[in-house]
C-alpha cells in the first residue's frame, strides 16, 4: 500500500498538504486537493482509521432513501451474496447526511473505512455520482443508466420489454391506456415511458398526456393511482404501472372498490422480487432479476478493485479517471391473470 511520502511525491505537493488533505484540512487549495484525492484513490492507498474495518463495501443513497422497497432489499442481498467469498462487510449509508461540511466524498468514505461504494441515485442527485467519478473514487450506479463521463454502472434494460407489455394490451384489444411513473425521476421510468410510447405509436395510438399519471412508489400509491382512473371519463380500460409496490397497491384497491381485473381493468405491473405470485389475480409484469443485478454490481466493483493500480511513482499528475465499466441486463414479459381482453 502506497504511503503519504509516496502521495505526496507523485502529486507534487509536500508530506503536510498531503496530510492536510487526508484529514479534510480547510488550510489547503482545490488544486492540491484535487491532485492528492487522484493520487490516493487511483492507487487504492486506505487510510487507518484506528480499529475500525477498512473492508467495507457501502450501498450508497445520494438521494432520498427507498431502503424499505423490496428492490433495495433484494439488491443488497445480492451483493452480500457476492461479497461472502472476499471478505468485505455491507454497509449501508445515506451520502448527504453522512458527508461534513467541505468534504470530498473520497474523504468521507476514507473515514468511514470504506473500500469501494455502490450508488443509488435519482435524476435530482446524478451530480453526487459524477463527482464522485470525478475523484477516481471506486463506485458503480446500480439500477440506473448515466451518460457521464468517467461513471460505472449496470442497470436492467427495461425499454423494449416495456414496449412488449404495452403491445400485449394493444394485441387484447385495449385502445385507452394509462402508464403510472413514479413521482421520482430516473433513467429507468424514462425508458419503461419511451416502451410504452413506442407501443402506442405502434399500434396507431395517439399519445395522450392526460393519460400518464405520477405517483408514490408505495402501496398507497397504487390505491390513488386506481381511484384517479375510475375518476377518468372516458376510463381507460388498461394501465401499465412501472413500479412493484403501486402495482401491488392498485390491485389490492381494485379490489376494495369493485373494479374487476382484468374484466374491467387490464393491469400490467413493474416486479424486481416475486410479488407478481403474491397478489390476487397473479400480476403480468415486466420483470428484472434484482438479486442477480446485486451480485453483478458486486463483482463489477470487486473488478474495479481488483484492477492492479500503476505504481504511484509512475502516475502522472493530469487529470485521469478510474477504469469505466458498463452492464446492462435484460428485463422480460410474465402474462398472467390480472390482464385481458379489452371490455365491450
Known sequence: ??????????????????????????????????????????????ATVGK?????????????????????????????????????????????????????????????????????TTAPTVDICRQIADEGFPAVVVGSRIEEPGVSYI?????????????????????????????????DHADRLAGYRAALASAG???????????TALREGGAQLIRRLMGMSPRPTAVFITDPYTAMGALNESRKAGVRVPEDLSIVGFDD?????????EMTAVC??????GREAFSVLNEMLSIKPAPVSDQVKTTSRSTVIRRSMQTWLEVHDSTGPCPP
Do not use: W
Request: proline content about 2%; aromatic content about 6%; glycine content about 6%.
Open 1 to 46: 500500500m502506497p504511503s503519504v511520502r509516496d502521495i505526496a511525491k507523485s502529486a507534487g505537493v509536500s508530506v503536510a498538504t498531503v496530510s492536510r488533505v487526508l484529514n479534510n484540512s480547510p488550510r489547503v487549495s482545490d488544486e492540491a486537493k484535487r491532485k492528492v484525492l487522484e493520487v490516493a484513490n487511483r492507487s487504492r492507498y486506505v
Open 155 to 187: 442497470y436492467s434494460d427495461s425499454r423494449q420489454t416495456s414496449q412488449e407489455a404495452v403491445d400485449h394490451l394493444t394485441g387484447l384489444g385495449h385502445r385507452r391506456i394509462a402508464v403510472c411513473l413514479n413521482i421520482v425521476d430516473d433513467s
Open 52 to 120: 475500525r474495518s477498512t473492508t467495507n463495501i457501502a450501498f450508497v443513497y445520494t438521494g432520498e432513501s427507498s431502503l424499505g422497497s423490496p428492490f433495495d432489499a433484494t439488491l443488497m442481498r445480492g451483493m452480500a451474496l457476492g461479497m461472502e467469498e472476499f471478505g468485505f462487510d455491507l454497509m449501508v449509508l445515506d451520502a448527504r447526511r453522512a458527508r461534513r461540511r467541505h468534504e470530498a466524498y473520497s474523504h468521507m468514505f476514507m473515514r468511514k473505512g470504506i473500500r469501494g461504494a455502490v450508488l443509488r
Open 288 to 293: 428484472q432479476d434484482a438479486l442477480a443485478m
Open 273 to 281: 422480487a416475486e410479488l407478481r405470485y403474491m397478489v390476487y389475480p
Open 205 to 215: 395510438i395517439e399519445y395522450d398526456e392526460k393519460m400518464v399519471v405520477r405517483a
